[in-house]
């Protein structure tokens, strides 16, 4: 017995040097590391033209600084990244690759307005595209941003307008016996029509054809603007899609025809001698790094992107779940709050809305910023409707693109029952429940009259309060603010006119209200400082091997994503489907 602990022992000993002797490693080689980068810099070439590819979806921003892999290009690095390059002698232009990403317009406008930023420093912006064939406008208006558009030989050139649809689901239901049951508050919320209608309300057709109008006059009215044409004409050109190449050259739509290798020969020729190009994406990477070390008056920049859930999305090496989770956007404005080097917040937002509950959390922590003076200012990324109007309604300043889908001011609740449904392919149910309402939201059994009537209530209260807190916080009249909700989307343009946005703008439109409010003087240097902070290596390492919800969640998503396109589209509209809770969620948004 005794030989046999003596041997466990050793084996103990040995296992816990083998372990102290790997972390030692570890930190030997990541100190190794940081003297070599000390010594060589940011490792970027002398003379450099940066690399940009749009021609796939692109998220307005993501809150994980630390990742392993290239992380995906976000808005938000677009715009802090050619501010950064604007200011560096080494970078010389960009080219752009683009076309059928189906960007939307306020996104466009965005990534548009950082392009003209970047090119009154005197450097050039070059966009090629093998074809536009989106019919959307989004694609061309972020084009139309740049120095010069090139176009491959005889491509496609669809831009013609705006436009989108739904697929409602009530008729399915009335076949299978599933019974929708949705209170929503009012009759603009759409979000849940495709499970109670079998098609398009006059009030959501209402809503939609004048943000498609909205977006329609934004992008032909900034496409002409950049390209100093008459916005009549370029309607009149946008008509005659589809079309190709050599007709948009004609119109004066395009300046080139040719290949890509041709534009970035182009891009060479003017970037000089020796030029590399490197990727956007691994020069945001330096600069975020080395922006931790910059010294200035402090403005603390917090994102929440995505459906606004409870608690936490993780995020660890690997990232997190592209979504806005109540405890971590609301302690990032805490930890921005106790900090006394912040002068001001400034929140940027891209959010459908969701869960109440979260929504409320965080639009509690920007009020108790509030309360210790901190201005907070918002600047709303694509969309900021319903919960994500919500979270900041009490904001010192709304800052929203034209084309920015905001409002929404509304609520909805209810669920769908299968149980006959599944009994016609015979499969009982069968249910037991203590306590009167304790199956109030199974998906088996329809409400009873007076769970209705409870839901009602409650969608009522709730719907209130939500009219109540914009009222105060936009300091407008209640009757006012029930005229303007309703549950309807507005784009930010009409938002602008009806009181819900301060100003119209992106992102640096944004930034100097937060100076202004803050007292910032001119002369001063601002640093945008990120919250909430960025996790050290160690953080991330524990955090991405810990079996938690988050990673859970996340393992489910890649699952999903490996699915054929139709049972993506069945798993999203059972993902919208209402489960008896509460939601801020804006509805039939144009994708």
């Known amino acids: 017995m005794i030989a046999f602990l003596r041997w466990a022992r050793s084996i103990a000993v040995g296992t816990l040097n083998g372990v102290v002797k790997f972390a030692f490693f570890v930190i030997l080689l990541f100190f190794g590391l940081f003297l070599i980068g000390l010594a060589e810099g940011d490792g970027l070439p002398s003379n450099m033209v940066l690399a940009l590819d749009l021609r796939g979806p692109i998220a307005d921003s993501s809150p994980y600084n630390f990742t392993l892999g290239a992380r995906p290009v976000t808005v938000m690095d677009i715009v802090l990244g050619l501010d950064a390059a604007s200011r560096d002698s080494r970078v010389k232009g960009v080219v752009v690759r683009l076309g059928n990403a189906n960007i939307s317009v306020p996104k466009a406008e965005e990534i548009g307005a950082a392009f003209k930023r970047f090119r009154q420093s005197g450097k050039f912006v070059i966009a090629h595209a093998q074809a536009f064939e989106a019919p959307g406008l989004g694609d061309y208006l972020t084009a139309a941003a740049t120095d010069q558009i090139w176009m491959q030989p005889k491509a496609p050139f669809g831009p013609s307008g705006e436009g989108g649809g739904e697929i409602f689901l009530r008729g399915l239901f009335d076949k299978i016996q599933a019974e929708p049951q949705i209170a929503k508050r009012a009759d603009y919320k759409s979000a849940a029509d495709m499970f109670m209608e079998k098609n398009m309300t006059p009030a959501d057709r209402e809503q939609l054809t004048a943000l498609m109008q909205s977006w329609?006059?934004?992008?032909?009215?900034?496409?002409?603007?950049?390209?100093?044409?008459?916005?009549?004409?370029?309607?009149?050109?946008?008509?005659?899609?589809?079309?190709?190449?050599?007709?948009?050259?004609?119109?004066?739509?395009?300046?080139?025809?040719?290949?890509?290798?041709?534009?970035?020969?182009?891009?060479?020729?003017?970037?000089?001698?020796?030029?590399?190009?490197?990727?956007?994406?691994?020069?945001?990477?330096?600069?975020?790094?080395?922006?931790?070390?910059?010294?200035?008056?402090?403005?603390?920049?917090?994102?929440?992107?995505?459906?606004?859930?409870?608690?936490?999305?993780?995020?660890?090496?690997?990232?997190?779940?592209?979504?806005?989770?109540?405890?971590?956007?609301?302690?990032?404005?805490?930890?921005?709050?106790?900090?006394?080097?912040?002068?001001?917040?400034?929140?940027?937002?891209?959010?459908?809305?969701?869960?109440?509950?979260?929504?409320?959390?965080?639009?509690?922590?920007?009020?108790?910023?509030?309360?210790?003076?901190?201005?907070?200012?918002?600047?709303?990324?694509?969309?900021?409707?319903?919960g994500g109007y919500y979270v900041s309604a009490s904001a010192d300043r709304f800052v929203a693109e034209p084309g920015t889908i905001t409002g929404s001011i509304g609520v909805l609740t209810g669920k769908v029952t299968v149980g006959k449904s599944l009994g016609l392919l015979g499969i009982g149910v069968d249910q037991v429940g203590v306590g009167r309402n304790a199956l109030m939201d199974s998906g088996m059994t329809p409400y009873t009259p007076e769970q209705w009537a409870a839901l009602?209530?409650?969608?009522?209260?709730?719907?209130?309060?939500?009219?109540?807190?914009?009222?105060?916080?936009?300091?407008?009249?209640?009757?006012?603010?029930?005229?303007?909700?309703?549950?309807?989307?507005?784009?930010?343009?009409?938002?602008?006119?009806?009181?819900?946005?301060?100003?119209?703008?992106?992102?640096?439109?944004?930034?100097?209200?937060?100076?202004?409010?803050?007292?910032?003087?001119?002369?001063?240097?601002?640093?945008?400082?990120?919250?909430?902070?960025?996790?050290?290596?160690?953080?991330?390492?524990?955090?991405?091997?810990?079996?938690?919800?988050?990673?859970?969640?996340?393992?489910?998503?890649?699952?999903?994503?490996?699915?054929?396109?139709?049972?993506?589209?069945?798993?999203?509209?059972s993902e919208e489907m209402p489960r008896g809770g509460v939601e801020l969620r804006a509805g039939n948004l144009p994708h």
Do not use: C, H
């Not at 004409?233 to 589809?242: C, G, H, N, Q, R």
């Not at 920049?301 to 409870?310: D, Q, T, Y």
């Not at 990673?551 to 069945?570: D, F, K």
């Open 216 to 386: 329609y006059n934004s992008a032909t009215d900034g496409a002409a603007g950049y390209r100093k044409l008459n916005a009549k004409a370029v309607a009149a050109a946008f008509e005659k899609s589809p079309q190709f190449a050599e007709d948009a050259k004609a119109a004066g739509l395009i300046d080139r025809i040719g290949y890509d290798d041709d534009a970035q020969a182009a891009a060479y020729g003017r970037a000089g001698a020796g030029a590399k190009f490197i990727k956007i994406s691994e020069y945001v990477k330096q600069t975020e790094d080395a922006s931790q070390f910059k010294t200035g008056t402090r403005i603390a920049l917090i994102e929440g992107a995505g459906e606004i859930v409870e608690g936490t999305a993780g995020g660890g090496i690997f990232g997190g779940d592209a979504v806005m989770a109540g405890d971590d956007i609301a302690r990032a404005i805490r930890e921005a709050t106790r900090d006394r080097t912040v002068k001001a917040i400034l929140f940027r937002i891209d959010s459908p809305g969701g869960s109440v509950t979260a929504s409320d959390q965080i639009l509690d922590a920007v009020k108790k910023a509030q309360a210790k003076g901190i201005p907070v200012v918002v600047s709303m990324g694509g969309v900021a409707a319903s």
């Open 456 to 573: 009602n209530t409650q969608a009522d209260a709730i719907y209130s309060d939500f009219k109540q807190k914009v009222a105060s916080g936009r300091k407008l009249p209640l009757d006012r603010v029930e005229q303007i909700a309703r549950g309807r989307v507005w784009s930010g343009a009409d938002a602008s006119s009806r009181g819900l946005v301060d100003k119209l703008g992106g992102f640096w439109t944004a930034s100097a209200e937060a100076e202004k409010l803050a007292k910032i003087s001119p002369d001063e240097r601002v640093v945008f400082k990120r919250f909430p902070r960025s996790k050290t290596f160690f953080e991330a390492m524990n955090e991405a091997f810990s079996q938690t919800t988050a990673t859970s969640r996340a393992m489910q998503g890649l699952v999903t994503l490996m699915n054929t396109p139709m049972a993506r589209a069945l798993v999203s509209a």
